[in-house]
């Protein structure tokens, strides 16, 4: 059974940074997809970044520039790197994985950013 746990999340200040930690237990070598989600109150889950197994990724327009998504392989680790930091980044940090075609998710990390 594959579990994710997010950790990284917190208050920043606008402009300000936040690296986003998910750890993968169990047996991710033949991944589809990893990736990060958020949802703000009152609006949908939305596609952050993605990196499939390929190694290309993908980017919400309004993200490009400003967070880049890495995997550490070795440690079963999906890294959000997130600058420049907006009141608009606010929401819940939400980590997917697709792993044989199936949909796996995380309890989600709170970002908060704010003066």
């Known amino acids: 059974q594959v579990q994710l746990v997010e950790s990284g999340g917190g208050l920043v200040q606008p402009g300000g940074s936040l690296r986003l930690s998910c750890e993968a237990s169990g047996s991710i070598f033949n991944f589809n997809a990893m990736g990060w989600y958020r949802q703000a109150p009152g609006k949908q889950r939305e596609m952050v970044a993605r990196?499939?197994?390929?190694?290309?990724?993908a980017f919400k327009d309004s993200v490009k520039g400003r967070f880049t998504i890495s995997r550490d392989y070795a440690k079963n680790t999906l890294y959000l790197q997130m600058n420049d930091l907006r009141p608009e980044d606010t929401a819940l940090y939400y980590c997917?994985?697709?792993?044989?075609?199936?949909?796996?998710w995380g309890q989600g990390t709170q970002v908060t950013v704010s003066s």
């Open positions: 997917n994985l697709v792993l044989n075609y199936i949909n796996y």
């Open positions: 990196i499939f197994s390929g190694g290309s990724t």
